[in-house]
């Protein structure tokens, strides 16, 4: 469908007037159009001048099903008809219960209860409230901090900003809760020296580490550790064999809680429900969000381990924490039918039965000289940008502005996808595509990268 020009125009005209765009740099668009997406249908999305896109992120690492199907959009238009809304406080309603159900028989081993949010960062902010009261409640109240690592994101409320590693989007709020402890991530590419040669050596070396700061810190200080199962910060950082198994291991040494913060890594993205299955780690806590609805309606949560819960089923024990909308019916019923189609069409068979080819098409762009890396796991890319392939290094911040803000965010828009370039680590281009693709959206997406990442090549 395509609006008259009068429509854009006054949809430019109160957009610049009325909407604030989220981590955008509003002045971006004093002089150039808002991009208006008005529809989608499957992997594509289409703009308010019926120019197609292919979503090669998801929308924002969401859309698992893909856009446009009315079973999702039945499923809420008939929950709103009978019980648009009721809380969880002291109530419960039938989606939530089921979808509660659902998602403890999908999760690995004994994580079997699940509390609602509506958000990955209320998820996280949840899971580390859940984890400084159950301390409390198990004699042990001096446990507050939590490790994450080096430019992970978990999200932008209070406590979740405490335990992302980036510092830029920390700076303008600090000071933030105390107790947030960053170690290293699991970026092989930009591995110390002296484990550099060996995958399984940087994998042991970084899970140390993590064991490394509770001795520092002081092991009765230590909560829990919040990693996700691939990083997304950074580029796509998957965990180097046996590290989570370490990490394990150290978890239970100390009796510190192994938080999966699986926002991204869960529902698909990397051709299991859940990405610690897919890693064969048992967290004590996984916090979910954005794939369990592929965006139809908001919804996110974690699921606890019974052990973690225990504390919490006697006397006047309480988890002193909630949220108006979380668990809300409508997205219980997305949710639910969400999953159907995960079912009904083996969505994590066609990730695992595409994922080899993804990483090839990607990896025939390792011939142009600014592809340094490229890293992943399923439907889950990163491709870091490099100014000399020999030596690895990276770009200024100057270079960085021009090339990433200045013209491959707007030209790859342009030239029809929707990615994400991004530097808050090195320079990389993310990629999660919806489930639903298959080679001939990655030869899209390898034909796109390649004619703009060319051009940019030419520019720096
Ligand atoms: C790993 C991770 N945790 C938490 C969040 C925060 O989720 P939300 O934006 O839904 O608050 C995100 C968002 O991208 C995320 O990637």
């Known amino acids: 469908m395509t609006n008259p020009p009068e429509s854009n125009a006054e949809l430019q005209q109160t957009a610049r007037r009325n909407l604030w765009m989220h981590f955008t740099r509003m002045s971006t668009y004093v002089d150039s159009d808002v991009p208006v997406i008005v529809r989608g249908s499957g992997p594509y999305v289409f703009d308010n001048h019926g120019r197609r896109y292919l979503d090669g992120l998801s929308g924002l690492f969401v859309s698992q099903v893909g856009h446009g199907r009315t079973e999702i959009a039945d499923a809420a238009h008939r929950q709103a008809s009978e019980l648009a809304y009721f809380p969880l406080w002291s109530y419960a309603h039938p989606q939530a219960i089921e979808l509660a159900e659902r998602l403890a028989e999908l999760a690995p081993g004994d994580l079997n209860r699940v509390f609602f949010t509506t958000s990955g960062s209320e998820a996280v902010e949840s899971a580390w409230k859940l984890a400084k009261q159950y301390f409390k409640l198990t004699g042990q109240p001096e446990r507050y901090k939590v490790l994450s690592r080096d430019i992970a994101y978990h999200g932008t409320s ?12 920390k700076y303008p709020f600090e000071p933030l809760p105390p107790g947030g402890v960053r170690v290293p ?64 291991e150290i978890c239970d040494t100390y009796g510190v809680l192994l938080v999966s913060d699986e926002v991204i890594c869960a529902f698909g993205r990397l051709g299991h429900y859940f990405g610690s ?46 949220v108006t909308f979380a668990g809300h019916p409508v997205s219980c019923a997305v949710a639910l039918a969400n999953l159907d189609i ?26 142009l000289p600014i592809v340094g890396d ?32 200045g013209y491959l965010s707007t030209a790859l828009f ?33 034909r796109i990268l390649r004619e703009v990442l060319t051009e940019a090549w030419t520019r720096i």
């Open 185 to 248: 991530n699991t970026n092989f590419y930009r591995a110390p020296d002296f484990v550099a040669d060996d995958i399984t050596d940087f994998g042991r070396w970084a899970a140390d580490e993590i064991e490394r700061a509770i001795l520092r810190e002081g092991p009765e200080s230590v909560a829990a550790v919040f990693l996700e199962p691939v990083q997304n910060s950074g580029g796509c950082f998957p965990p180097p064999p046996g590290y989570f198994a370490r990490v394990r």
């Open 414 to 446: 342009d030239a029809g996808l929707v990615c994400r370039a991004d530097d808050r680590g090195d320079p990389v281009i993310q990629l999660a595509p919806p489930l639903i693709c298959g080679q001939e959206h990655f030869d899209e997406i390898e």
């Open 374 to 405: 490229i890293r992943g796991d399923g439907y889950f890319y990163g491709i870091e940008m490099v100014k000399d392939k020999d030596t690895r290094e990276t770009f200024s911040d100057e270079e960085s502005e021009r090339l990433l803000r």
């Open 342 to 367: 995960f079912e009904k069409e083996d969505l994590l068979g066609n990730v695992r039965r595409g994922e080899a080819g993804f990483r090839a098409t990607l990896e025939k762009l390792y011939d």
């Open 158 to 169: 209070m406590g979740a900003l405490a335990i992302t590693g980036l510092a830029d989007i």
């Open 277 to 322: 299955a897919r890693y064969g780690y048992q967290p004590d806590i996984i916090t979910f969000a954005k794939g369990l609805t592929s965006g139809y309606s908001p919804l996110g949560g974690m699921l606890v381990r019974d052990a973690i819960m225990e504390p919490f089923t006697r006397g006047t024990a309480t988890f002193l924490h909630g």
